[in-house]
Structure formats: structure tokens, C-alpha cells
């Protein structure tokens, strides 16, 4: 039985040893790169040598050195001899030196050795090899000990008679820029390290509740914890728990005013870092609760040392100053040295369309009673506001921005 063969299958088939010429295939290639870069790592040094007078005589060759000083990853040291280093110049010069004070090889560096005019003309003495590396380049010092510096610093004789000389007492300034050199080439790796998140297991070991040792009432609320989670993050907490002084029923202990809702957040920080969601926390009106919560935990923070929350309390109060809390904001930036908080109080306070408003608040009463001498300063904001602002009159010993005259009556404030 014949097979029946599509026309197709005759097409020539390319053969090895055919004649016809075929193009040439690319070449493979590959590519790197790499980026030489170098560096200098500058640091100073200052060199103060009190009694001159007694250090001069001490003999050719003898130093007085100046305490080691790390700059590059590498101690140095400054030298100064008053006879001079060498014999041959009899003692007639001053030599000044900086030396590598480490283990170290081969290493290059650049060098700025000062003697400071104390006569507050600023006419230095400065020999500097920083302004001489494009044509020499840094200096190398092999070898631990090896030293970089002038024999001939300065003429003796004209040292005792200048104004680099001063009270017995000369100063040195000295610079040193330490040559880093690195060669950096393309990653060969791609590895995504994910954030720190010791915070979430920290949150996590608060929200169990699991292993804790120490229980706090706080308005009959009992909130539990761990006490090496509270002394590691709290000072405060540290001498309470495991102090000598801790209290003797440290298995409960009683937080006397404070708040549940702020004594929540505060154990929230200490485990989390963070704050919570404040929108989640108060709902509709966070902003305005989130600023008077800001208030307790200010308070809170500087109680219990915690600096950073501290820093973030005074940051979100600076951020949120409105007439009707600014005068409580202003008491407790006083009594916790929030300065920059503080600041910003007293001058929303002093401007001419924000005064009379902030004086009818509570927080102003508040202010005056616990803080009178806030009310000082704040004259002061309100008169550099100028003649076309708010004047505030003080007449015979009156002080009307107190709302009481001189016998403590109960006056309206005059505001003109």
C-alpha cells in the first residue's frame, strides 16, 4: 500500500557540509563594574599647654603631649617640644608634631597644625598640609610612632614675645584628615530585611497578658504588666519594682492621679513605642481629645523619665495650639521645661487677635495660679508685639493681664 507524502516534507534540509556560507554567531559577553572611592575622615584636636615658662628648659628632644585623640579609627597625638627636637638648632626653636598613636601601617593622612592668636586678631599661625595635597598628596606614616610635623614651628625668642602667648598659656589646634580608601562593586544578592518589630511582640506579650507579675489600680481599673518590661523601659518604674525604696506591696500598686484612659496609653508606649490610633481611640473628636490627652501624658512622661514620649507629647502640642487650651499647654510646658513648647504658648498667646480670648478660658485662671510667674514673661511677648497691637496697661503696680487689682479684687481686663 503506497503512503501518501505532503509536498511540504520535500523542502531541502541544511546539510553540514554544505558550501553555503552562514553569519557568523555573537559573540557572549559579560559586563561588571566596580567604583573606587576614597575619603578622608577629618576630626580636631585641641591642645591647651598651661605654664609654658616651667615646660621651657626641659632639654633638647623632651615633649610635653597632648592626650590621644581618635580620628579614622586610628589614637594620635600632639608633640610639643619647647628646646626643640634636635640638637643642632641649640634650643633657639619650638618643634610641633602630631603622631600616629596606634597600631597602624602605611597610613595616609592629611595634617593642619595651628598655634592661636589669643590676642582675638585671628592672626594664626597655621602650617597646613590640607592646601599642599593636590601637589605632594597625603602623608604616609608607617609605622605606630610615626610623627608628621616642623622642627623649626617657630622661632623661640619671637614665641615669648607674641600674642600667641598668653597668661604663661599657649594654644594648639590640631587637624587630621585620615585617607579611606574602598572599592564597591555591583550586589550580587537581593535580600529584603523587613523592619524592627520587637515593638509587636512587645504589644502583643501587654495584650495577653501572659507571665504578668504586677498589677496597677488606677480609678478602680486594674491594668496588668511585667515589671522587667516596665524598670527596662522606666527609671521611675526600676527604683518602684526592684529599688531599695520599691514599694512593699508591688504586686499591686495604686497610680494616684492619673487617669485609666492616660495610665492605658502610657503602658501602650512603654511596650509598642508607639502610640495607638488615637482616631480609633476617641472617634469623631479625637483632635480636640487627642490634644487634651496629649496634656496628661506630657505630665505623665516626665513622671515616670520617659523622655521620648515626653518629646513626641510636646511636639503634638506645639502642632495643635488653639485658644482654648493653650493657657493649661502654656502651665505645663512650665512646670516640665518644655522651652520650645513653652515658646510657641507664649507667642499665640501675645498676638493682638488671640489675647482677650485666651484670657476668658479656664486654662487662664488655671495658668495664673499655678504659674504667676509665666504671667511675667508674657508681658514681655506682648510688648515686643509693638504699638499697633494689644497694650496690656500696668499702672501702678496694677497688672490687669492678672485680672485683679493691687488688693486681689476681681477686675475686668483693659485691653485698648
Known amino acids: 500500500m503506497g503512503t501518501i507524502v505532503n509536498h511540504r516534507d520535500f523542502r531541502p534540509k541544511p546539510s553540514t557540509t554544505s558550501s553555503v556560507s552562514q553569519p557568523p554567531s555573537s559573540p557572549s559577553t559579560s559586563s561588571s563594574s566596580s567604583t573606587s572611592r576614597t575619603d578622608t575622615v577629618v576630626g580636631t584636636h585641641e591642645f591647651k599647654i598651661n605654664g609654658y615658662s616651667l615646660a621651657k628648659g626641659m632639654g633638647v628632644g623632651k615633649f610635653v603631649a597632648s592626650d590621644t585623640f581618635a580620628v579614622g579609627g586610628y589614637a594620635w597625638a600632639v608633640y610639643f617640644y619647647p628646646d626643640g627636637k634636635s640638637g643642632e638648632d641649640n634650643a633657639a626653636y619650638v ?41 605632594a598628596g597625603p602623608y604616609t606614616l608607617k609605622y605606630r610612632g610615626s610623627m608628621w610635623g616642623y622642627k623649626r614651628f617657630f622661632k623661640r625668642s619671637l614665641l615669648e614675645t607674641s600674642d600667641y ?4 598659656c599657649l594654644i594648639i589646634h590640631c587637624c587630621v584628615g585620615v585617607v579611606k580608601t574602598q572599592t564597591e562593586g555591583p550586589k550580587i544578592y537581593s535580600i529584603a530585611v523587613p523592619p524592627p518589630d520587637i ?5 502583643k506579650l501587654l495584650e495577653s497578658g501572659k507571665n504578668a507579675d504586677v498589677t496597677f489600680e488606677v480609678e478602680g481599673e486594674i491594668f ?26 508591688s504586686q499591686c500598686i495604686k497610680v494616684e492621679e492619673m487617669t485609666a484612659p492616660v495610665f492605658k496609653v502610657l503602658l501602650h508606649f512603654m511596650y509598642w513605642d508607639a502610640l495607638p490610633d488615637m482616631q480609633e481611640l476617641f472617634g469623631g473628636n479625637f483632635k480636640w481629645a487627642f490634644t487634651l490627652m496629649a496634656q496628661h501624658l506630657l505630665a505623665a512622661a516626665d513622671r515616670y523619665a520617659l523622655e521620648r514620649l515626653r518629646l513626641l507629647c510636646e511636639v503634638k502640642l506645639c502642632e495643635d495650639v488653639a485658644i482654648n487650651t493653650v493657657a493649661t499647654t502654656l502651665a505645663l510646658a512650665d512646670q516640665h521645661h518644655c522651652f520650645q513648647l513653652k515658646d510657641v504658648c507664649l507667642k499665640f498667646i501675645a498676638l493682638p487677635e488671640n489675647l482677650r480670648a485666651v484670657m476668658q478660658t479656664d486654662g487662664f485662671v488655671y495658668l495664673k495660679e499655678s504659674c504667676p510667674s509665666v504671667l511675667s514673661e508674657l508681658l514681655q511677648y506682648v510688648a515686643r508685639i509693638g504699638e499697633h ?12 493681664l492678672d485680672n485683679s487689682d493691687v488688693n486681689g479684687r476681681r477686675v475686668k481686663p483693659r485691653l485698648y
Not at 107 to 134: C, I, P
Open 224 to 249: 496588668s504588666a511585667h515589671k522587667l518590661v516596665l524598670a527596662a523601659r522606666s527609671p521611675v518604674f526600676r527604683a518602684q519594682l526592684f529599688g531599695p525604696m520599691k514599694d512593699q506591696n
Open 389 to 400: 497691637s494689644v497694650k496690656v496697661r500696668a499702672y501702678h503696680n496694677e497688672f490687669y
Open 95 to 135: 618643634s610641633l608634631f602630631v603622631a600616629l598613636a596606634s597600631e597602624g601601617t602605611d597610613v595616609r593622612a592629611l595634617f593642619e597644625l595651628t598655634l592661636l592668636d589669643q590676642s582675638g586678631k585671628d592672626n594664626h599661625k597655621v602650617h597646613s598640609h590640607f592646601n599642599r595635597m593636590m601637589d
Open 199 to 203: 515593638g509587636q511582640h512587645f504589644g
Open 165 to 168: 602667648l598668653k597668661d604663661d
